[in-house]
């Protein structure tokens, strides 16, 4: 079997996007792997290639001034594992392979802020 390139999978994101339906079910639409898209989801979003939101690009903001982001380079076994974010007042937030980064910004600043 051919290997897919850049090129197609971020057509097929694109796709996916103005499609408006969730990436599982597109995915299965298409009859491709859900884990792949995430993954090339991931990849071309981290690369800067591609946005999820129409025409919104998408940025990580620190959430306080004692918090920073790391970046991380999983083994490739757990690439599409679950990880956690364990926040300053001591709230773990679990985190699915296949997030939305402006849902999770948005869930960090509120769940750092409840005492």
Do not use: C, H, K, Y
């Amino acid at each position: 079997m051919a290997r897919t390139d850049r090129t197609e999978w971020l057509q097929r994101l694109e796709r996916w996007r103005r499609s408006g339906i969730d990436l599982r079910a597109f995915a299965a639409q298409e009859r491709l792997s859900f884990r792949r898209m995430a993954w090339w989801r991931w990849r071309l979003t981290r690369d800067g290639l591609f946005t999820s939101s129409a025409g919104r690009a998408t940025a990580l903001v620190p959430i306080s001034e004692s918090l920073a982001f790391v970046e991380l380079e999983p083994e490739p076994s757990a690439q599409l594992s679950p990880f956690e974010v364990v926040l300053g007042n001591g709230r773990i937030v679990r985190v699915p392979p296949a997030f939305d980064d402006g849902s999770l910004s948005r869930l960090l600043v509120v769940a750092d802020g409840v005492a």
